[in-house]
């Protein structure tokens, strides 16, 4: 046990190293390593007080500046943290999954919050967003990649913009706008990924579809029952709703898979998939992919393109992949204080966040090492 945590210790030292030259100045390196060192510790808030607690600071101010004056680069942390990830748990069948989730805050300052939809309470609350890249592979999970949701009326508002300090370069964008630059970041690095997947948000927007076929990332992603699908039909092809697409199916066409397992076991369903008409993609298909839950015939429904020999039992895993997001998030609250922050501008937010994932990165890869370890009986 003792070479084991002398192991991780190593392993955040040569992560702190690799990260410095993001950071100018020296004191701002020692900083960050005593920041990320509270994100992974047995602190309760994860906020300016209590990390400088931890770090053995009289003041919160030095952790505050951190996410807000000093001098350094969150986005190149960032890719830095999808470099680290990828080292650790790369693999060539590993899935970019998008999604989203909320930040409960009071007040109107904090940048982008207002009364919107949270995933994470399940109804309207005064929140942020934000858009989350995760990858997943057999060998772990991590967020990689991050966005702030700004909605249209804190775009179009300059002194709210000025408070935030949000910059005259930011624009709106939609949810799935974030997600097509965050996959395009992971796509131009060469990420390793067989998949991208994502819940209707996503896969109801045709610009996110299109931008993924044509840089051939196959993809399963959650639609609603009424997406319209190119399909064959007998007046030739026609877009067809989901959910008629399935209605006429014969029971021989449903299969009885798992999605992969979650909380409570293996998390199975009847699934079947009906082939779509786009012609011109030679070696590629294009499916509607149907899940049925078994307790009540509940039924839900994936737009898909991928290699033409998929299987169903393929599409059915990428598929039960995404929940790796919520995985994430729950880590990330739970563990390394991804919510935990107290700071109302735009940029502290990135700042914040980054280096939440900067430590959860070190999680993951320190289980991936432990998994390996093992497996292989060391």
Known sequence: MLAEVEGWAAEFERLCERVSPRFARPEVRRRVAGFLRGLLGEVERKNGWQLAEHARE?????????????????????????????????????????????????????????????????????????????YASPRGRALVDRELYLPKEWAADAARRAEAHVPEQVTFHTKPQLAQQMLARAAEVGVPAGWVTADEVYGGDARLRAFLEDRDLAYVLAVKATQPLWAASEHGPAEVPACELVAGLPARAWRRLSAGDGAKGPRVYDWARVALVRPGWPGRGFWLLARRRLSDGELAFYACFGPARTTLAELVGVAGIRWAVEECFQAGKGQVGLDHYQVRRYDAWYRHTTLALVAQAFLAAVRAHAGRAGAGGG
Do not use: I
């Open 58 to 134: 009289t003041t919160p101010d030095g952790m505050q500046r951190l996410l807000t004056t000093a001098c350094w680069d969150a986005d190149g942390l960032r890719d830095d943290v999808r470099a680290y990830v990828v080292e650790h748990l790369g693999d060539p069948g590993g899935v970019l999954v998008v999604d989203e989730t909320g930040f409960l805050k009071k007040g109107p300052k904090s940048a982008g919050v207002q009364r919107q939809y949270s995933g994470t309470a399940g109804r309207v609350e005064n929140c942020q967003v934000g858009v989350f890249l995760t």
